[in-house]
């Protein structure tokens, strides 16, 4: 997903008390971001974070970060989170980070994660672009250095190459596939409690099947 460049973006952003900045310092420090020592489940490529505000509401004894790289995007994420701050629906366990997610290693330290959420993220269908796919092998190095060890990751998608691609990534990557279904909303067990995405939403509407995957190490 990227929105057209919006005039005042950035700035909107750099001043919004739902994003954290200076990320290098919060670094194994996020209890103290969130005042408490609950999990940290993180979603990684968040777009306009409707998936994290649900999952914020519904479990209030964890905490979630979203991470996105376009200000265009987190710009929606910030508005739609300053609408609810309105009403005094805003979750209290949600924070948005603008990076890069090349970048995790810098923003969370060792353990200090508990879940990663990929939903829906970019094919990067060029063989040479493999690597800026989230579920590549580079990236599951970086997972691998600040995920809990009990911790896993839970990626969906409507891609079947990317799909693929990413179960057999998943080893090659040392991880295992814990659990996986080629029909997510039709397979009772992994679909219990499954929170759509703004994106999961729009494809399955479409009839396209949903696929996802649960890993672990
Ligand atoms: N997860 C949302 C959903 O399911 O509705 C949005 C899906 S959208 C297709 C993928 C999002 O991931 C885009 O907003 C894109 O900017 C973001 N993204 C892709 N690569 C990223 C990266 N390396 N770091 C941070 N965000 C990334």
Redesign the pocket.
Known sequence: ??LRNIPGAKETIENNRFVVHQIQEKRNHWKDVFGNENPVHI??????G??LMEMAALNPEINYVG????DS?LLRAVQKMEEKAAQETAPGNLRFIR????ELPLAFGKNEVDRIYL????PWPKERHAK?R?TSRQFFERYDQILAPQGVVEFKTDNRPLFEFSLEETEEAGWKIMAHTFDLHHDPTMNEGNVM????EKFSSMGNPIYKLIAGR
Not at 43 to 48: C, H, I, P
Not at 197 to 200: I, R
Request: charge should be negative; avoid cysteine.
């Open positions: 997903m990227r979603e990684v490529g968040m777009g306009k409707r998936f991470i996105e790289m376009y995007v990076m890069d997610a090349r939903n829906f993220s970019d800026r989230l995405t703004e994106y999961e």
